[in-house]
């Protein structure tokens, strides 16, 4: 079992830079792949980004690749989202998942989300 708490999230204007942290707790942090995603108001969840158990591979959506970086602490049990040249249209709800595969990523459990607003 993994319990996931995200958090970082806010109201920013575009342009700007927000780093998301996703804490885990359970033993088994180093042996799971992570990832983020986001869902939007009327939209389905995307995904954005996916990081190896090591964090030496990662994965990223078009949309996130070049602007978002995730990161994860092994030792904090702690995964990051490192949003910088934030877009109106990055405006969602941030999930972290934990999950078997670096890719394709299927998140089995999930954390409760953090908002993130970016205005124009």
């Known amino acids: 079992q993994v319990q996931l708490v995200e958090s970082g999230g806010g109201l920013v204007q575009a342009g700007d830079s927000l780093r998301l942290s996703c804490a885990a707790s359970g033993r088994t942090f180093s042996s799971i792949a992570m990832g983020w995603f986001r869902q939007a108001p009327g939209k389905e969840r995307e995904f954005v980004a996916s990081i190896s158990t090591t964090g030496v591979y990662t994965r990223y959506s078009d949309t996130a690749k070049g602007r978002f970086t995730i990161s994860r602490d092994n030792a904090k049990k702690t995964v990051y989202l490192q949003m910088n040249s934030l877009r109106p249209e990055d405006t969602a709800v941030y999930y972290c998942?934990?999950?078997?595969?670096?890719?394709?990523?299927?998140?089995?459990?999930w954390g409760q989300g953090t908002q993130v607003t970016v205005s124009s």
């Open positions: 998942a934990a999950g078997p595969l670096l890719y394709p990523f299927k998140g089995d459990y």
